[in-house]
C-alpha cells in the first residue's frame, strides 16, 4: 500500500516537473518583443533603406544548345538557362532577365541595362560568339563598377574558366583535372580574410564544416591550380584565391576566387545544383549543403542590392524571365531537371 501510494507521489511529482518545464518553455516564448511595450503598429515601421535596391534584377547569360544533348531542341540557334540559376536568384529575393547571347547586341545591351548582376553559369562553350558575348559582358561590368554603379559578377564553373582566359588574355591557360561529378569540401587558404567575400556570413558552424564535409558539387575537366594563377600576374593581380580543392587524383585547384577591387566572385562549384537539380546522386542535398547554397544565393543578391540602377519597370516586366516557361527534363535522369530554351 504503501510503495502504492510512493509510486503514485513519484508520478505526480515528475508531472509537475515537466509541467513547469514547459510553463518554463512557454515563458521564454511570450518574452518575444511583440509581447512587450515596444509594439510597432505598422504605422510607425522605418522607412526602407533608401539607400538600397530592394527590387535587383539579375540577367543570367543562355548558354548554346538545349542543356540536353538535343532533347528538347535541335535548333542550330537554341540557347538555354538551367532553370536553377533562376531558382537560385529567386531564392535570395531577386528576379531574372535572360541574356539570351546569340539575340542582336543592341538587344543584349539594352537587357545589360536592366538588370544590377550577372551570372555567368556552367556549361562547356569555350568559342565562338559565346564567348565574345561573354568578354564583353565582363569588361561591361568592369566599366560599370570603375564608374561607379555597383554591379555584381557571380561566375560559376565554366563561367570561372571564361574568366581566367579573359583575365590572363590566355586562351590555353587552364589545366585539365578529374572532377566530374564529385562532391568535394573546400579548403582555406591559410590566413585568409573572409571578410567582404561570399563567405562573410556563413554561420561559423556551417564554415567549418565546408572544409571537413563534402557539402559543394564539383562538375569540371578544367580549372587552374593556384601555382599557375599566382604565376600569371595578370590572374593573381585581379583574383584574390579563396579556397583550393583536391581533384581525384589529388591535384590541387582553385576553387573559390573573388576579384581584389571589383565585386566579382567566381566558384569552379557549383551553389544552384545543392537546392535545386536532382539527376546526379552526388549533388549534396543535406540540410547543411542546402544552407550553402542559400547562404551564396544571399550573398550575391546582397551585392545587387548595392546597385542603385534602377531601370524603368515596365521594361523590366516585357524582359523577366517569367515570359518564358522552363521545360522539365529530369525524368531523363541526367543533366538538368529544368530548363528554359530560347530559340
Ligand atoms: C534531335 O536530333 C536527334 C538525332 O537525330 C533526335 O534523336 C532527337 O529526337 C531530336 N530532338 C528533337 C527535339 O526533335
Ligand atoms: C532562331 O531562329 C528562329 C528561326 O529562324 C528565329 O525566329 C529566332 O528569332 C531565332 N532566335 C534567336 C535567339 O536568334
Known amino acids: 500500500m504503501l510503495y502504492v501510494i510512493w509510486i503514485s507521489l513519484l508520478l505526480v511529482l515528475s508531472n509537475e516537473l515537466s509541467a513547469s518545464v514547459n510553463a518554463h518553455s512557454t515563458d521564454a516564448l511570450l518574452l518575444l518583443p511583440t509581447h512587450s511595450h515596444a509594439v510597432v503598429s505598422g504605422q510607425r515601421c522605418p522607412a526602407a533603406d533608401p539607400n538600397l535596391n530592394f527590387g535587383p534584377v539579375i540577367g ?14 535541335n535548333a542550330t540557334n537554341a540557347s538555354y538557362i538551367a532553370a536553377s540559376y533562376v531558382k537560385f536568384v529567386e531564392s535570395a ?58 554591379f555584381p559578377l557571380l561566375a560559376i564553373c565554366l563561367g570561372f574558366e571564361l574568366l581566367t582566359m579573359i583575365v590572363s588574355k590566355d586562351n590555353n591557360i587552364l589545366e585539365r583535372f578529374s572532377a566530374s561529378d564529385q562532391a568535394s569540401t573546400l ?17 561559423p558552424v556551417l564554415l567549418n564544416k565546408l572544409s571537413t564535409e563534402c557539402l559543394v558539387m564539383q562538375n569540371h575537366k578544367f580549372g587552374i591550380s593556384p601555382e599557375k594563377l599566382q604565376k600569371t600576374e595578370r590572374l593573381s593581380r585581379f583574383f584574390e584565391i579563396l579556397t583550393t580543392t583536391a581533384d581525384t587524383d589529388d591535384k ?19 551553389p544552384e545544383k545543392n537546392a535545386f537539380e536532382w539527376a546526379s546522386s552526388s549533388i549534396p542535398h543535406s540540410e547543411d549543403a542546402i544552407q550553402v547554397t542559400q547562404n551564396v544565393a544571399n550573398f550575391f543578391i546582397r551585392e545587387a542590392r548595392l ?17 518564358y516557361s522552363p521545360t522539365y527534363c529530369g525524368k531523363a535522369g541526367k543533366g538538368y531537371d529544368e530548363v528554359y530554351i530560347f530559340s
Open 187 to 203: 579548403q582555406f587558404v591559410e590566413n585568409i580574410d573572409i571578410s567582404g567575400t561570399v563567405f562573410q556570413r556563413f554561420p
Open 252 to 270: 590541387v585547384y582553385v576553387s573559390t576566387a573573388q576579384a581584389h577591387r571589383y565585386p566579382v566572385t567566381a566558384l569552379q562549384w557549383h
Open 307 to 323: 546597385s542603385m540602377h534602377r531601370p524603368s519597370s515596365q521594361e523590366v516586366l516585357d524582359n523577366l524571365i517569367y515570359n
Open 93 to 150: 529575393g531577386a528576379r531574372v532577365v535572360p541574356l539570351i547571347y546569340n539575340e542582336p547586341p543592341e538587344v543584349l545591351c539594352k537587357k545589360l541595362s536592366l538588370v544590377n548582376g550577372v551570372i555567368f553559369t556552367g556549361g562547356s562553350s569555350k568559342t565562338g560568339l559565346y564567348f565574345e558575348v561573354v568578354t564583353s559582358i565582363f569588361k561591361d561590368v568592369l566599366r560599370k563598377n570603375d564608374a561607379g554603379d555597383r
Open 60 to 73: 543570367i547569360v543562355s548558354h548554346p544548345g538545349d542543356g540536353a544533348s538535343g532533347r528538347l531542341s
